[in-house]
């Protein structure tokens, strides 16, 4: 693929070169493995779950784990047009070539992204049509707690958590490939290892039925658990992206959450709680920030407000982080879960958005659903958000909940309105936001049984709720789509007979369901239609008695267990949370006198909840914390950095170059000064953008620096931590004044690459010419500029010529200029390097 960057749109996504890309030789591996994100680079890049995977495998020196991500329908179509096969980044490797690939199936609306890619990769959608060892087409994430709709076309999937399946996975395929063995062998092997689902060792016996195990002794499919998470491998240095959605270091304090909440999946099938220590999570924020430069970190976790070492943790990050003006995110927080002193500390830094999420708007819904939240807990959260600072909240709801009225969809609006009455007259800009998702059924939990609203019901409970919130100011309301939640709702209880659907939808042009833009029901709609399938039959509800299409794969919650959960919902019963309540014999945990249901780790593993400490640190009185932010504003030092933009880099525009060098900066241990302000900014300034795709051996930078160096040592700390292409050439010292010489003359060498004959006679009639007028779009409409007068001299050399370009008049970009002139060119046809930058003396 790397051969079409020059005519791809957004090329970033496709470059490779970050820094901290893991690059390994091919021949000293025994096994290469494509990690495959199944959506675009930017989201892919901020899932955690590949950072750690990636992580775990390239710790073994015989495995190289690289990555993949789906390219838009756009790079699609050019791809195909060049018979270009999908390729890994970091090796540009075809995926048909690979070893195995390993798709994160996060969510149900990515499946037909998955047939996408194999498309792309030129490989047979159907595991049955695959025949040879490799590629192996694995999957693994939350969804493969019930893929049955996409198990066609894997060969295996990882229940659980991967660090560990996945790696002894690659074992398996290393050591298959010595023996030469056959994929039904290989397949065989593989349902050895825990947490190793192999879909076609079990039989589709029709609707309604169980399937049936092939394999004696494999009948069903229990979950891969970590124990200990600190004897897992967790990334510090890892691929800094050019642009992701969650572009931070992101810190998984915690894995699993029993808070209990009914409708939650991942809540139940992660279980049980393991906290990683205090000593690791240290290491991994110093490090991890020093390695990667970032500007923002998060903890992450479920339910990140019941760690139980949060302020302990808190207080020893927080003087590093507000040090370097970095700022902390703490999502996944329950109404309560934080103390006055963390609030207060946070505020003195980057503010971060505010979110809160009570679920449901009444008492008696937060009953139903277990999530452990009062009207009176939660306005006193908001009054300490609003107290330090915090303009702004919002509040994620579900509608279409088991036993939802509508009055309970009333008590949403009630409850906003008392959230923004909270607030006081002294918060100006005040803005109170409803987030409205509808409720979606999932397996593994209590909710596994009901229905799922109709879409015309959804629609009508959403225009309610928007004509209850119209008339009321400082009130934002905002929906999931309707079409969106549906479809969720058909795959996420899906069967077999649904793979036909998944197939169809794809070759209907359904992709990427989970972009609201690239969203359309009516090829699967079409596909359900062709199958002869209902739609309201996967959305309804579930007889407990009968079986389920998952019952074979084990989170290690039993039946009962669900049952007596979804009893005591109907009853308004409320459940504690057992880390550090009592023991509800959910099924996972053992030890205490209880038998885990994970029978086939039980006796190696110790599967129980893992705790920093026995009662979380916030509870009661905190002592006050004395807020010291060091100055950031201060300027001891201002410098020109000149360097080269070669290679890779030339594809990083200038907004994703402003990123590269700040984090840059950050790993060399420069000493940027900020903007005051809010929000405040490093000193950063560029000279003229450079286009993209256009190379540079002549480009700088001016920075602002809060102690004075000398300028070789400025060059000599950030040298050896620049991405590939991105090279330091010299430093300059400038006046501390802000307004600093900008270039008048830029010389660039253009290079032809075929036609050269035709070319040069361009170049020499436009030479010969008095003008010639280009008409381009403006801020204030069309506006024609003459090009002629910005090129001050064309020389000829062995290959092409070196342009003077003068900027006196107005600055055009260069490649628009070359190809004015080169009429018919593509930007495959020549290549453009700036060379010289001439400063009025």
Not at 455 to 470: K, N, P, Q, T, V
Not at 499 to 508: D, G, Q, S
Not at 614 to 630: L, N
Request: charged content about 25%.
């Amino acid at each position: 693929m790397k051969e079409l960057l020059p005519i791809l749109p957004r090329p970033s996504r496709y470059l490779g070169s970050e820094w901290g890309v893991v690059l390994k030789d091919p021949a000293s591996v025994s096994v290469r493995c494509a990690l495959a994100f199944p959506d675009m680079y930017e989201v892919g890049m901020a899932y955690l779950g590949q950072k750690i995977l990636l992580e775990a495998v390239n710790a073994r020196p015989e495995f190289w784990a690289e990555r993949v991500f789906a390219p838009d329908d756009e790079v699609a179509a050019i791809m195909r047009g060049h018979d270009a096969p999908l390729a890994t980044l970091e090796s540009d490797t075809p995926l048909a070539d690979m070893d195995v690939i390993a798709f994160s199936l996060t969510h149900e609306l990515c499946y037909t992204n998955v047939l996408y890619m194999l498309d792309l990769a030129g490989l047979p959608l159907r595991s049955a049509d695959r025949a040879g060892l490799a590629p192996l087409v694995v999957a693994g994430g939350g969804a493969a707690f019930n893929a049955e709709p996409v198990t066609p076309f894997f060969d295996a999937m990882v229940i659980g958590d991967g660090e560990e399946a996945l790696p002894a996975l690659l074992d398996c395929m290393a050591q298959a490939k010595k023996d030469d063995i056959s994929k039904d062998e290989l397949l065989r092997r593989l349902a050895g290892i825990t947490g190793v689902y192999v879909p076609s060792l079990f039989e589709d016996q029709g609707p309604g039925e169980p399937l049936r195990p092939l394999l004696p002794g494999y009948d069903h499919v229990e979950k891969a658990v970590v124990a200990d998470l600190d004897k897992v491998p967790f990334p510090r240095g890892q691929a800094i992206p050019f642009d992701a959605v969650h572009n931070r270091l992101t810190m998984e304090i915690a894995r699993g959450c029993t808070r209990g909440c009914r409708f939650c999946q991942a809540g139940m099938i992660y279980r049980p709680v393991r906290e990683r220590s205090l000593d690791a999570l240290g290491d991994i924020l110093t490090r991890g920030l020093a390695e990667t430069g970032f500007e923002e970190t998060s903890m992450l976790s479920l339910s990140t407000g019941d760690f139980s070492a949060l302020d302990t943790f808190f207080t020893r990050c927080f003087d590093q982080c507000a040090a370097e003006q970095i700022a902390i995110s703490l999502p996944s927080l329950r109404v309560g879960s934080l103390s006055a002193p963390i609030m207060e500390r946070i505020s003195s830094i980057r503010r971060t958005g505010a979110t809160i999420a009570p679920e449901a708007g009444s008492q008696r819904l937060r009953d139903v659903i277990n999530k452990g939240v009062d009207e009176e807990g939660l306005l006193d959260h908001v009054r300490l958000l609003f107290d330090n600072g915090w303009q702004g909240v919002k509040l994620y709801f579900m509608i279409g909940l088991p036993t939802e009225t509508d009055e309970d969809l009333d008590a949403i609006v009630d409850l906003c309105l008392k959230v923004r009455d909270a607030a006081g007259r002294h918060i100006k800009r005040l803005q109170v936001t409803a987030a409205v998702s509808p409720f979606v059924p999932k397996p593994h939990t209590p909710f596994q049984w009901e229905p799922q609203i109709s879409y015309e019901e959804i629609y009508r409970r959403i225009g309610r709720l928007r004509d209850a919130f119209r008339p009321h100011k400082r009130l934002n309301f905002k929906f999931h789509e309707p079409e969106m939640t549906s479809l969720e709702g058909v795959f996420s209880r899906g069967d077999r007979r649904l793979a036909e659907v998944v197939e169809l939808a794809y070759r209907k042009g359904a992709l990427f369901s989970s972009w609201k833009d690239h969203l359309r029901l009516e090829p699967y709609r079409e596909a359900m239609a062709e199958a002869g399938l209902s739609w309201d039959e996967y959305t309804g509800p579930r007889d407990p008695e009968a079986p389920l299409p998952w019952d074979h794969l084990s989170s290690g919650l039993t039946r009962r267990f669900l049952l007596a959960e979804r009893e005591r919902a109907l009853a308004g019963k409320i459940t504690e949370d057992c880390r550090y309540g009592a023991c509800r014999n959910c099924g996972v945990c053992g030890g205490d006198g209880r038998v885990s249901t994970l029978a086939a780790q039980a006796g190696e593993k110790d599967i129980r909840p893992r705790l920093v400490f026995a009662a979380r640190d916030q509870e009661g009185e905190q002592p006050p914390y004395v807020v010291t932010v060091p100055d950031l504003t201060v300027k001891e030092g201002h410098y020109r950095l000149w360097y080269e933009k070669t290679g890779p880099a030339a594809y990083l525009s200038q907004l994703e170059l402003q990123t590269v060098f700040e984090r840059a900066f950050r790993r060399a241990g420069l000493p940027l000064a900020f903007s005051a302000g809010f929000h405040p900014m490093p000193r950063l300034s560029f000279g003229m953008a450079l286009p993209v795709g256009v190379e540079s051996r002549a480009e700088w930078i001016n920075i602002f620096l809060r102690e004075d160096l000398e300028p070789v040592d400025v060059i000599k700390r950030l040298t050896p931590v620049m991405p590939l292409g991105m090279a330091p050439l010299k430093a300059d010292r400038l006046s501390m004044g802000k307004k600093q010489p900008q270039a008048v003359e830029e010389v660039f060498e253009l290079k032809l690459h075929g036609d050269a004959e035709r070319r040069l006679a361009q170049w020499k009639a436009f030479l010969d010419a008095d003008s010639l007028t280009v008409t381009r779009k403006g801020k204030k409409g069309m506006k024609e500029t003459d090009i002629r007068p910005l090129v001050a001299r064309a020389e000829q050399m062995e290959d092409g010529l070196r342009l003077t370009l003068d900027w006196r008049r107005g600055y055009m970009s260069p490649l628009v200029i070359c190809l004015t002139v080169m009429e018919g060119a593509g930007n495959t046809d020549f290549s453009l390097t700036k060379t010289a930058q001439r400063f009025e003396a």
